[in-house]
């Protein structure tokens, strides 16, 4: 179980107060999708739509590049 998750709706991560997924949730993320980055792609991909909704402020490059940019 990770401390590093979003808290919404200000997708910010709950262990080190950054944008997420923070550094940290991202090396944990690719540890955990290892065999699955299809999954990951998904995952990251539903987040991106959900932040957008959440964060309807930001622009859609900065949101692309934050959830899926680091791939």
């Not at 944008?19 to 998904?42: F, K, M, N, T």
């Not at 987040?47 to 402020?57: G, N």
């Amino acid at each position: 179980m990770t401390r590093h998750g979003p808290v919404l709706p200000t997708w910010i991560c709950a262990g080190c107060d950054r944008p997420w997924p923070c550094a940290r949730r991202r090396i944990e993320l690719r540890a955990e999708y290892d065999q699955a980055p299809v999954s990951l792609r998904l995952y990251l991909g539903s987040c991106l739509v959900a932040a957008s909704q959440d964060m309807s402020w930001a622009t859609a490059g900065t949101l692309h590049h934050r959830f899926l940019g680091w791939l």
